[in-house]
């Protein structure tokens, strides 16, 4: 690659507010890594109809066959050995490859109370009160407002709300007790899981890290046990949760049958922004309070009673490339007002990395007949250099619901558009975002909440999650319903209102 190459801007100014165009490019590296991660994690893949096939046969020997085969073995010592090596090398090799399977037991999400509702007016009549913002800064969250997507009745902290605000660790501390305790009291009471039986818990938030750490305050609360396997992460920004599985499932893999409790939230205490920078200011405008927990488990036994198996997870990384590092920054503004920058460049940075993640997940759940259309265009053109467009694939043919992280308006508006979905697979993210807001790493379970609450779960049907988060990161998880989700038997946060929904959302051009 030469110098003026690397040179090259990951994207135009002219397209920086859009995502880029799939059909542009496909870099072959991810398709070659998804085949690898296809290798490598599906050995068991081959090994299985090895076994059916054998299996099948003796099916179709008779009585006299086995006696046949008895007889002549008995009088060979030198086969039995081969035959019986040969059976314990298979069986061996199988068991040893085959992952240990993740069940997703249940999950709940977080419900603020009817206090914490903030309306428009609310927020900008606060706003005002503060005195820490000018009334250009004003005027321009409530056009952020007005065309966010959000609804009237999501949900700030007290301190936030209060008149003065009263941002400090203390009551930083209690949004975070709030949200945590109330999500896993909730799932605790849905699973009937003693807080002795947690194996390994996992808690994330980007921006709230006190010490002693969040995981210490859950272990503390609940009384876990003194050798439960402890994770706290910090700094990974939305696509944070979905990170939290795949530790989850990679230790769940090496510690047999146990629980590993995960838990998705943000905290805005701390981390409202009182300054008059217009890139900083937009968090405000779309960050809210919100939380979830989930139960995983890794005995067979609980199979019967789980919802979904974890199928596949595929991490994508862009932080090697500056202009993707910086996108999502926390710093200080000229006059030392602490919040975080989003970058003209966000949008395009989240579609070079969504790219990126479905081109690697592509050959790991797509079917046969949109692989063999996608390869061969791409040989074409790579191998040939034929002047044709990449073939994107329909993801619909591998999904039957889509939980895309509910970011904001503008970034749904775009995946929509370059994935081809339909306003009814969109419908979860675009209610969550309504609803909700941007509850941060813990907006794909709103959004799967959504979906089982509108009835629309059925046994076998596949979910993809995927979420984009500072460094910058875009990270994806497939989900398979072991059960059909029954509304009427479920609680969560939809449920009393659930018949409202879907309603239309104004459509803006891109803020």
Known sequence: MSHSELEKPLVSPSSSRKLPDFKQSVKLKYVKLGYHYLITHGMYLFLAPMIVVIAAHLWTLSIKDFYVLWDHLRFNLISVILCSTLLVFLST?????????????NFSCYKPEAARQCTRQIFVERSRLTGSFSEESIQF??????????????????????????????????????????????LLAKTSVKPKDIGILIVNCSL????????????????????IISHNLGGMGCSAGLISIDLAKDLLQVHPNTYALVISMENITLNWYFGNDKSMLLPNCLFRMGGAAVLLSNRRRDWHRSKYQLVHTVRTHKGSDDKCFSCIYQVEDPNGKLGVSLS???????????????????????????????????VGKKLFKMKIKPYIPDFKLAFEHFCIHAGGRAVLDEIEKNLRLSDWNMEPSRMTL?????????SLWYELAYTEAKGRMKKGDRTWQIAFGSGFKCNSAVWKALRTINPTKEKNPWMDEIHQFPVDVPKFSAI
């Not at 997507?149 to 501390?173: F, H, I």
């Not at 006190?210 to 609940?222: C, D, F, G, K």
């Open 93 to 105: 090799l199988y068991f040893l490859t085959r992952p240990c399977p993740v069940y997703l037991v």
């Open 141 to 186: 969250q409530k056009k952020i407002l007005e065309r966010s997507g959000l609804s009237e009745s999501t949900y700030l902290p007290e301190a936030v709300l209060r008149v003065p605000p009263n941002p400090c660790m203390e009551e930083a501390r209690k949004e975070a007790e709030a949200v945590m305790y109330g999500a896993i009291d909730e």
């Open 208 to 227: 709230f890290n006190p010490t002693p750490s969040l995981s210490a305050m859950v272990i503390n609360h609940y009384k876990l046990r003194g050798n």
């Open 344 to 378: 003209k460049d966000l949008m395009a940075v989240a579609g070079d990395a969504l790219k990126t993640n479905i081109t690697t997940l592509g050959p790991l759940v797509l079917p046969m007949s949109e692989q063999l259309l996608f390869f061969t265009t791409l």
């Open 434 to 442: 309504y609803r909700f807001g941007n509850t941060s790493s813990s």
